[in-house]
């Protein structure tokens, strides 16, 4: 099992660095599973937290804190 980013809230595991670009430019890093991720949409608007957790949620899935988030909704 692997440790994941609990602070940013994140389903990757630790050391993994992301950054966000310019233009819905954004990229992440997991080198203990050796990931590359690197996302591009074209837009002006600003891309918040949410685009990188939801990139990193369809590959490792929820964190423990969005599942029962998800479980109360419902």
């Known amino acids: ?3 994941t980013l609990r602070i940013a809230g994140l389903s990757a595991p630790q050391g993994t660095h992301y950054w966000y670009g310019a233009l819905g430019t954004w990229f992440w890093v997991d080198p203990h599973n050796e990931i590359v991720f690197v996302g591009m949409i074209q837009t002006r608007a600003p891309l918040g937290p949410d685009i ?3 990139t990193m949620n369809n590959v490792y899935g929820p964190t423990a804190g969005q599942k029962r ?3 109360s909704s419902h």
């Open 1 to 3: 099992m692997h440790r």
């Open 52 to 54: 990188i957790a939801a």
């Open 69 to 71: 988030a998800n479980a």
